[in-house]
């Protein structure tokens, strides 16, 4: 599932429809947002969510690409599931989101930029990781496939994800 939506912060009301599409066998991937460093939206914070940050053309994390280190007792509240870790980091990984071209309301295309843009690249790449495996596969796996393969572009694990940028080659090849 790709979403690339958000609410500003820590939505309580997206962590239980995250956690019943995990469960059910389906990985959520959603954008982080679009306000920049020490920042998350929701659901892209949601910890069983993938959470997606945007590089640019020369694969620097986009200035505008949201993440931040969750201190999830103070950030969650009492909303946090107690399954949750202490501390965890978004996004999870990154992928091009400045400057794609895109399909526009109305009809044609242009360019757009967001972490918006960048959710589908992993979307995509998770489908093509499907489609090439022989056997069914779990969301820990193809999460595992799409992480466990990124390219480390030495910036801090909240601008970055804490697996880099999306490697699309050697994710599909795992």
Known sequence: VSMSLGADGYSTDLID?????????TLPIASSGNSGVDTSSTP?????????GA???????ASYSGGEEINTSVDWGNGAPSSWPERYTVPDI???GSNVNS???GGGYGFKSGTSM?????????????SNSETSLTPDE???????????????PTRQGMSGRLNASAAVET
């Open 103 to 105: 399909s526009l309301p």
């Open 55 to 61: 590089t640019n053309s020369v694969d620097d994390v």
């Open 17 to 25: 429809p995250i956690q019943n599409a995990r469960q059910a066998g």
């Open 118 to 130: 960048a959710a589908p690249h992993v979307s995509g790449v998770a489908a093509l990781i499907i």
């Open 44 to 52: 892209g914070n949601v910890y069983e969510s993938v959470g997606v």
């Open 94 to 96: 990154t992928a091009p």
């Open 142 to 156: 193809i999460e595992n496939s799409l992480e466990t393969t990124a390219v480390d572009l030495n910036e801090d």
